[in-house]
């Protein structure tokens, strides 16, 4: 396995798949994988995996895909949170296979899907992701689409990681600011990055900046989903550099800008 960073930093989502199978080595390796996916928020996240041609499963914006994974929730707070952590776990081990992923949440159609992963009452699927091996050239859609989100850019770490309050920027020692640069590179929902970080009295503070849109009650808050990856990298970065640490949902309290909201804090120990 390379380094995390390295990891994160090659991981890009993938819409365009050279059509063969996943090796039966590979196959095992991801249903293994999937069987413990634990999360802070101990929130069981099930995965399905599903054959595209035997379901009948496409997505317009996909070409190649020979299968899917479905992560399923029971609809609960945090429960967003927690499959968003748990399914960047399995991307980043696919990644490291060498197979390609991408979080689908609404340009497929949803019934389809949520009927092949046996979606039950009281239970929610945010998003699902092809499985595959990426073709050696991108579509001119997949080119297009990435170019229009700008998905080879990220937001300053000025404008995300805060030092006491949300108007000091921090400036983070080397070790915390390798952590901090792989929550940068976390991916999200056309991009938005709406993951901001207040770091106080050694705990680190996550919130979400909302933005309009990634609200849906059937399938839950698609910027909690980016929250849960982001947290995912921070904890596997800390993790990493074998640091000891604890997660929690303690708010600090601290005045918050508009269409802000407090999700978990980790207190590195």
């Known amino acids: 396995m390379s380094g995390l960073m390295e990891t994160i930093k090659a991981r890009k989502s993938v819409r365009t798949f050279d059509g063969k199978p996943l090796t039966e080595e590979h196959r095992k390796d991801l249903e293994a994988y999937v069987q413990d996916l634990p999360n802070p928020f101990d929130i069981p996240v099930r995965f399905v995996f599903m054959d595209a041609a035997k379901e009948g499963l496409s997505s317009p914006v996909l070409t190649g895909e020979p299968m899917y994974l479905a992560g399923i929730v029971k609809k609960s707070p945090y429960a967003d949170v927690a499959f968003g952590y748990s399914f960047e776990k399995l991307v980043l081990h696919a990644q490291d296979l060498g197979i390609g992923t991408v ?42 689409m990435r170019k229009g989100i700008g998905a080879d850019s990220r937001k300053d770490a000025s404008e995300l990681f805060f030092d006491g309050d949300f108007g000091t920027p921090l400036h983070a020692s080397e070790d915390m600011a390798r952590v901090l640069e792989m929550v940068r590179w976390a991916p999200s929902a056309v991009n938005k990055q709406p993951w901001r970080i207040v770091y106080r009295d050694g705990v680190y503070h996550f ?18 989903v980016d929250m849960g990856i982001a947290l995912c990298h921070f904890v596997m970065g800390l993790e990493e550099q074998g640091k000891r640490f604890e997660c929690c949902v303690c708010d600090p309290g601290l005045a918050l800008p508009a269409d802000t909201e407090y999700i978990a804090s980790v207190k590195v120990l």
């Open 207 to 224: 919130y979400e900046k909302h933005d309009k849109g990634y609200l849906d009650e059937r399938v839950g808050d698609m910027q909690k």
């Open 103 to 144: 979080f689908i949440g609404g340009t497929m159609k949803r019934e389809l899907f949520e009927a092949a992963a046996g979606l039950q009452e009281g239970e929610m699927m945010p998003c699902m992701s092809p499985l595959g091996y990426p073709a050696k050239k991108r579509s001119l859609k997949e080119g297009m």
